[in-house]
């Protein structure tokens, strides 16, 4: 055999292999839902398994994919959104969807024709996909493609990167939500913003009349990014504590609809004080030792004070510790002073106490430290030795100034003039 030959041979056998090992993409290119539909009377839910099987656009007869459960119903879905796939989800939701005109300023215009297309009468889906870590979501509207029933389309897809964002008090804040909508140039965007039962619009958009229907102050939206590439992103001037909640971005196309939601907590990072500032005491002596944490949020926070014992490496947990009811402030933050009393002794010379704070707004907790000095204990420290030298060069240079004043007070104006005519 030529080496040229074997080259070629090998060269394909080599391209073989790849092709082996992409093609069990079968198992590779599905994605596990379930589809959740009301049935019966009394209404009761009813779930069934669902294999998506993702095929290219245009074939649209496939393999029926090698291991199925029984009871299992298999979708032959062409996502050209790109969207559906990704081995990251574990959560997968389908529900029937209802194609409808929908009476909003921002969407009224997509249906004004009236002419709604067949495809209509036909089972259409809603999909929502997650990941576990509520990283990446997805939501998408499955169309009928071509006659058989099992045979969907992707023809609207939203996304977002997270679906839970920690978003800092007072910074700003770019929630993302991207948008798929194949060649559809009729389409709205809407962001509402939902706490407590309470909902309103912040922002909504007709895509189709390139008009702003609803825009709240310090709400704003990338139209260049919007129609380039499908970034539909809210951007927030500033995190208040009132945009703590749930984030809705919704995508309409004519008809039919896909939603996003985002749960945004608003975290904002205590200021933290342990007083008495300079601690000092007589050995029998009570100390309250105040731990201040101001303008913190959430509202759950746990604080501990430890002791570091003279010659001890390791920090122990002190019992007692009392809590102030909690204030707000102004800004929907909250405040909180915990208590702790000690009582001085000789041994506790040098004890190093701290307050320590574990809050959602620091990953690795936060502590402020005083060493506790008892009075007649090693006599005085360094410190205090700096104090007794700054107070003498205090007095020194207090007294001679004095001095120098008294001396050109008593002193005739004729001595001042000789003075100032002597040369220097
Ligand atoms: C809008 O998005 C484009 C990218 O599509 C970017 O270059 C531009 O800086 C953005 N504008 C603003 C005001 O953020």
Known sequence: ????????????????????????????????????????????L????????????????????????????????????????????TYCELTYHLPQ?????????LTREKRSPPS??????????KSDKDEKSVSAVLGPRGDQKDHLAVSLAVYSTSALVNAVLGKPLSLSCGMWRGQQSRFAVEWRHRALGNGKVLYAYDGWQDKVEEELPGYRMN????????????????????????????????????QRDIQLQVTAKPQISLLPARLFARPGEELTLSCEISHFHPLEISVDFLVQL?????????PGTSLSPHGHNQDGTYSITAFQRITASHDLHGARYSCRVNHASAANGMSRIQTLQIAGVSGSSLEDYMYL???????????????????SFFRTPKE?????????
């Open 1 to 44: 055999m030529m080496p040229s030959t074997i080259y070629k041979l090998s060269f394909l056998a080599a391209l073989a292999a790849v092709f082996l090992v992409a093609s069990p993409a079968h198992g590779a290119e599905t994605l596990s839902c379930r589809l959740v539909e009301e049935v019966g009377v009394p209404r009761t």
């Open 46 to 89: 009813q779930q069934t398994p669902v294999l998506l099987q993702f095929t290219d656009s245009t074939s649209l007869t496939t393999d029926y994919p090698e291991t199925v459960e029984p009871g299992t119903l298999v979708f032959y879905v062409s996502d050209p959104s790109g969207q559906l796939l990704s081995s990251e989800f």
């Open 101 to 109: 005109e929908v009476e909003l300023n921002w969407v009224r215009s």
């Open 120 to 129: 209509l009468g036909k089972s259409w889906y809603s999909l929502s996909a």
């Open 223 to 258: 139209f260049s990014s919007l129609h380039k590439e499908g970034d539909v992103s809210l951007s927030l001037e500033k995190v208040d504590v009132k945009h703590q909640g749930t984030f809705l971005c919704t995508a309409y196309l004519p008809y039919v609809r896909a």
């Open 310 to 318: 003279p010659g001890e490496s390791q920090s122990s947990l002190l």
């Open 389 to 407: 030298f700054l107070t003498a060069l205090f007095l020194y240079g207090f007294l001679s100034y004095v001095h120098r004043t008294a001396v």
């Open 416 to 424: 001042a003039n000789d003075r100032k005519s002597k040369p220097e």
